[in-house]
Structure formats: C-alpha cells, structure tokens
C-alpha cells in the first residue's frame, strides 16, 4: 500500500469514528430507551403504565424543571422517566418509598439505567418526609396511598414554586377520591387538566 492510499484510509476511519461517536448525553439516551424497551411491558408492583411516564418526562422537559419530588418509587419506572428528564435539564428528583424490598429494587433499576446521580431515593414514611421536606420544588408526582392525596398536596402548595406543576397518578381509575380531585380541580390557584393516555390517568395542575 503507497503512503497515499494509507493516508486516504486513515481519512475515512477517523471520519467514520467521527459519524459514529456520541456525546456524553445521547449515549445516556440511548442507555435509558435501551432499559425501557427491555422492560417495557414488564413494570407491576405499583409502577405507572409506559404511557404515564413518558407524560411525566414530556412535562418536566418541556417546562425545564429542575426540583421535582416523588412521592411513590415503587421499583423505579416513574423515577427513572423523572431522572431522564432531570438529565436533560440539570436537575433532581427526590423519590420517596415505604417499602423497603421495593426502594433497593428500585435503586438497582435507576444505576441499570444510568441515572442514579439525578436522583436522590429516600426510604421512610412520606406522611413524615413530605412535612419535613424544605422544598422549593418546581414538579410534584404524587403517586402513593391515594387516602393522603389531599393532606400531600396541602402539604407541598406553599413548597412548590410558582409556574411549577403538581401532577396526581389514578385518577381516572376510581383509586382517588372525587373529594381530592374536586378539591385540586376548584383550587383558586392552579389550573387543571386531565392526561388519558393511559387508563389510570395523570391529574396535572399548574400553579399561577
């Protein structure tokens, strides 16, 4: 081979390495929709649907959150939609669990997925760690015992910033009650609408 035609295939590999390399954020992207397309379709023990956490992601992304706050990992798929989006905006989600067993599989589901430094996962009963929880947050996902809907978002109103949102899971599935719903709905504050794209549903309310 002359010195020539080495020179031109030393071109073509560095161009080719060129096409091909990713920056640090689109190989996380490709890491994340690798984890959720293996498991997709194999999320229970009080995950949200697929449909349900791509709205999350969506609306965190879209608004540029960057403090959000879980209340309900279960075993992580609402979290790691939460952390993906915090990747792209610079921000955290803290995620709170009673169940023990369900908050280590849950951190074993966000390190697969490449996500554990947007997310600060918290075991402990959230009646508490919600009161004690200085705030501000920008983005709520209330998701765990639907009888403390209510008293959760009572609760979180003064720490959640204005323009931020406070999204409710189940709500069209008959798991939260007409009261908490009529209540968020009537807020004097907050503007309401409901997602469908899933059965259970997504209550999302923005704060003036």
């Known amino acids: 081979m002359t010195i020539r035609k080495l020179l031109i295939a030393v071109f073509i590999l560095a161009a080719i390495d060129l096409a091909v390399a990713q920056t640090p954020s689109e190989a996380l992207d490709a890491k994340v929709e690798a984890f959720l397309k293996k498991h997709k379709g194999g999320w229970h023990d009080l995950n949200v649907p697929y449909e349900d956490g791509k709205t999350l992601h969506d609306i965190v992304v879209g ?5 959000a706050l879980e209340i309900g990992t279960s075993t992580g798929h609402s ?19 009673l169940n023990e067993e369900r908050h280590k599989e849950a951190l ?17 009963n959230a009646h508490d760690l919600v009161k004690q929880l200085p705030g501000p947050f920008d983005f709520v996902f209330s998701d765990a015992d639907k009888n403390w809907y209510k008293q959760y978002f009572i609760d979180l109103d003064p720490k959640l910033k204005p323009g931020g949102c406070f999204t ?13 719903l009529n209540y968020v709905k009537n807020h004097a504050h907050y503007k309401t ?8 549903g997504v209550m999302i309310s923005y704060k003036d």
């Open 63 to 67: 608004r540029h959150y960057t403090s």
């Open 79 to 97: 979290t790691i939609w939460l952390a993906w989006a915090m990747s792209k905006t610079g921000g955290k989600v803290i995620t709170l669990e």
């Open 108 to 124: 074993k589901n966000i390190e697969e997925a490449g996500l554990s430094k947007y997310v600060d996962a918290r075991l402990g």
């Open 168 to 180: 409710t899971h189940n709500v069209t599935d008959g798991q939260a009650s007409e009261e908490y």
């Open 193 to 200: 609408t409901i997602d469908r794209s899933s059965r259970a």
